[in-house]
């Protein structure tokens, strides 16, 4: 278990988001905080993706291709 220090403000608009959510505070910071570091994992695999790209070391295929690759596998 780790506690958070946060300001006035962002309490205050936490519990009124909790309460219209019928949750508590801790289960809504822990949701909200869950959803942020997933879409911040999200947005290193695409940068992560993107640089393959730029350098070369990925190519990209037709949506075409990518079925014919996966009815190959199936096979």
């Known amino acids: 278990m780790t506690t958070v220090e946060l300001n006035n ?16 505070l801790a289960q809504l910071a822990n949701r909200l905080l ?3 570091l997933e879409d911040w994992q999200d947005a290193r695999a695409a940068d992560a993706a993107l640089a393959e790209l730029e350098s070369g070391s990925d190519t990209v295929i037709s ?9 190959a596998m199936a096979r």
């Open 63 to 71: 949506f075409e291709d990518w079925e014919k690759q996966l009815d």
């Open 9 to 24: 403000e962002t309490t205050a608009l936490l519990a009124e988001m909790a309460e219209q959510e019928h949750t508590t």
């Open 34 to 36: 869950t959803e942020c």
